[in-house]
């Protein structure tokens, strides 16, 4: 069984101040609801089912530490917009729904961070779709035409304002939609677990080897202890095929993230640009690029079938050398600005597009293959499964089962290994021009 791995190389994580140490499970345990996993979906199924039932036991485990996870290690976009073919889908009623799910999660993580201060970046800076040459601006123009159709409100940016903005001339047209936020997703996940309800109790270190049914519910087994649960939810999104669920249907695709140190006062003037922003490729293949509130450029782009789910360290100078180039081309004026972490990250998609929701057996509920947006729609997945598993019937819920589907049957795994980076490169190649 694969478990998850931490390599001491995501940017976010290793600048927390100081982490809370959540003790590991060494003795056996009764609680209601298990959760397992605490990323987005996790951490909010754990809270929400807390808030339906507060006379419930819940008990939140992670193999690892909170944040250190791809809840943790993402670009930190919470984008309310749907994503790729859902954005492409005719059915508007759809869109609406997706956009709206995303707005009450969006809604749930600031309402969170503003009650207990959690110090994570959040910002509502909206996001940019940016393209640089003809290919990108036809994929830009057909985004507009979306954006038109769903009646949402968003600027495109002059050749002054992207300069402004961006610090930089690489882009030939940008579009800002003013909805969704940016944030620190370590720092995000960190504030979420220490600020938990009473009857949630957190665990880290605590991987599960094992789940069996009982007459009472279920038994699970973890390095040095046997849980006892009723209920079980399950965020472990990639690695729930390692649990015996959803084999097969889950495409693990790893991406990776370099950052450079915070520049200083000298070379804030050779950027020229502003803080706290947010660009995603009009291109898919593309380049991501944020600048922080504290002054870091951050570069992602580069794909990997990751069967292995955790990062090949080998890889990593590699990465770094096509973000550096990235980063060079947009930035020639900051060529002595070096990176200080970079860092692989895997999450979920599907062959069909479609993302899992639901109840997979009696009592095991489960959210996976999100399509690699998961800060919006994993949050928002995991407060459903705990309003499904808690009985309750809401209109949230019911969208949340219409927007969601049946991943389909990937080929077997020697062929993905092969198709999937031939797939991969093809689409790098495509999207050369905002690589
Ligand atoms: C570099 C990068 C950039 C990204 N950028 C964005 C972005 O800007 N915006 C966005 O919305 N999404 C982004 N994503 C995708 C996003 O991070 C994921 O969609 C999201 O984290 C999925 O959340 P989750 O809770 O479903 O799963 P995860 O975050 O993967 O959480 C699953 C948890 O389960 C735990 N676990 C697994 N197996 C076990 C076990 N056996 N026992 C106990 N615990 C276990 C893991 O340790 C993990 O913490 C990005 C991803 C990467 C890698």
């Not at 339906?52 to 943790?72: E, F, H, M, T, W």
């Not at 909206?126 to 409100?153: C, D, F, I, M």
């Not at 600027?155 to 690489?170: I, N, P, Y």
């Amino acid at each position: 069984m694969i478990l998850p791995r931490y390599d001491r190389r995501c940017g976010w994580y290793e600048q927390l101040d100081s982490v809370s140490d959540f003790p590991e499970i060494t003795t056996d345990t009764h609680v209601d609801v298990l959760v397992i996993g605490a990323g987005f979906v996790g951490c909010a199924a754990a809270r929400r089912m807390a808030e339906n039932r507060p006379d419930a036991q819940v008990l939140l485990i992670d193999a690892i530490k909170v944040g250190q996870g791809a809840s943790g290690r993402n670009s930190g976009f919470v984008i309310d917009q749907p994503h790729k073919r859902d954005l492409e889908s005719h059915d508007e009623t759809l869109k609406q729904k997706i956009v709206r799910l995303n707005r009450v999660a969006v809604e749930y993580l600031e309402t969170q961070i503003e009650r207990y201060g959690i110090n994570c970046h959040w910002s509502h800076a909206g996001k940019y779709q940016a393209a640089v040459g003809p290919r990108g601006e036809q994929h830009l123009a057909h985004y507009e035409s979306l954006l038109n159709k769903g009646g949402e409100t968003y600027h495109c940016l002059s050749k002054a304002e992207m300069r402004d903005v961006f610090g930089t001339d690489f882009y030939s047209a940008a579009i800002h939609t003013p909805g969704g936020a940016l944030m620190q997703p370590a720092a995000l996940m960190r504030g979420l677990a220490d600020n938990m309800p009473k009857n949630v109790q957190v665990a880290e270190r605590t991987a599960v080897q094992a789940i069996t049914r009982t007459s009472q519910g279920f038994e699970v087994r973890t390095g040095k202890a046997r849980i006892q649960c009723r209920q079980l939810i399950l965020g472990t999104n990639i690695f729930t095929a390692e649990l015996g669920f959803m084999r097969d249907r889950i495409l693990p695709i790893m991406t990776f993230a370099s950052m450079t140190a915070p520049l200083n006062d000298e070379q804030m003037q050779r950027y020229g640009g502003r803080l706290d922003w947010g660009i995603t490729p009009a291109d898919h293949g593309g380049t991501t690029l944020r600048m922080t509130q504290d002054r870091r450029l951050i570069v992602r782009n580069s794909y990997r079938y990751a069967h292995d789910y955790n990062t090949p360290q080998e890889l990593i100078p590699t990465i770094a050398a096509r973000h550096r180039e990235a980063f060079d081309q947009r930035y020639p004026q900051l060529n002595d600005v070096a990176f200080e972490y970079t860092w692989g990250g895997a999450s979920g998609l599907s062959a069909n597009f479609e993302t899992y929701f639901g109840e997979l057996e009696q009592n095991i509920f489960a959210s996976c293959c999100d399509q690699s947006v998961g800060a919006a729609r994993g949050t928002i997945s995991g407060m459903m499964l705990a309003d499904m598993a808690a009985g309750l019937k809401t209109d949230l819920l019911r969208d949340m089962q219409q927007v969601s589907g049946n991943p389909s049957r990937l080929p077997p795994r020697p062929l993905l290994r092969i198709g999937v980076p031939l797939r991969l490169a093809y689409e790098r190649f495509k999207s050369r021009s905002e690589v």
